[in-house]
C-alpha cells in the first residue's frame, strides 16, 4: 500500500455523479488489479473508500479565456520578436559637476 504525503485533488464517480474528493492512496492487489483510496464528500457526509480506476478522474481545469490566438500561441524558435531597447539610464549625481545638467547614458551599440 502506498500513501500520499498530501492528498490530491480528484473527482469521484459515485451514483451517476462526480463529487469533489481527494486520492489518499492506493494498492496493488495480488489479482494484478489497483485500487485507490479516496475520500469524498457525498449528499454532505464525508465518505472514504477503495475505489476502482475507473471511478476516479483529474478535476478538470479552470476554462481559458478566449482570445487573440497569437497571445495564447507559445513563442518558437526562428519566431521574429520585436527588441525594443532598454531605457536610458541617468548618470549618478556624483558624476557631476556643479552647475552641470545631468545627462542620460546611452546604451553601446548593437
Known amino acids: 500500500m502506498t500513501w500520499l504525503g498530501r492528498p490530491k485533488p480528484v473527482e469521484v ?16 492487489d495480488a489479482d494484478g488489479t489497483c485500487r485507490l483510496r479516496v475520500t469524498a464528500l457525498v449528499d454532505g457526509y464525508k465518505r472514504t473508500a477503495w475505489v476502482e480506476l475507473d471511478t476516479v478522474r483529474l478535476p478538470l481545469p479552470p476554462a481559458r479565456p478566449t482570445g487573440d490566438a497569437r497571445t495564447q500561441r507559445l513563442p518558437r524558435h526562428g519566431d521574429r520578436t520585436v527588441r525594443t531597447p532598454p531605457p536610458s539610464l541617468p548618470r549618478p549625481r556624483s558624476w557631476a559637476r556643479p552647475g552641470q545638467a ?9
Do not use: S
Request: proline share 12%; net charge positive.
Open 102 to 110: 545631468v545627462e542620460p547614458l546611452r546604451p553601446a551599440p548593437a
Open 13 to 28: 464517480h459515485h451514483r451517476d455523479r462526480w463529487h469533489i474528493g481527494a486520492l489518499l492512496g492506493w494498492r496493488h
